[in-house]
């Protein structure tokens, strides 16, 4: 008994862990476009851990790799709720979309370049 208690808290460890990877990566991703906020950098972690946590009650991991599947569900059902909150509960538009976006031609030169090949595979 007591070396599945050990096991889950190493499962849930784990899982703050692999949401602090995410939040790591996060920050990276986004400091061009937005400041760095501390409340912002610990959701993730927080959020994976609860939905790690609140997956033990569904199933209980044997091994590795079935760990490794309930630290990616995790992080999966971490996006979703995050996501259901910021587009439907919050509904406010981020600050970084704000911006006006400027043109590269990427859509007109893709254009062009399947028109090219339409016309080569005709001939």
């Not at 784990?14 to 986004?30: N, R």
């Not at 950098?41 to 946590?53: G, L």
Request: include cysteine.
């Amino acid at each position: 008994m007591r070396g599945e208690g050990m096991n889950i808290f190493a499962i849930v460890a784990g899982s703050f862990a692999v949401g602090l990877l995410v939040a790591f990566f996060g920050v990276l991703k986004d400091t061009l476009w937005e400041s760095f906020s501390l409340a912002k950098f610990f959701r993730s972690p927080i959020i994976i851990t609860i939905c790690a946590t609140g997956l033990l009650f569904l199933f209980t991991p044997s091994d590795f790799i079935e760990i490794l599947l309930l630290w990616f569900a995790a992080v999966g059902l971490e996006r979703l709720v995050t996501d259901f909150y910021k587009a439907i509960i919050r509904r406010e538009k981020p600050s970084k979309f704000s911006r006006p976006q400027r043109d590269t031609g990427w859509l007109r030169e893709r254009f062009l370049q399947l028109l090219q090949y339409a016309r080569h595979r005709a001939s």
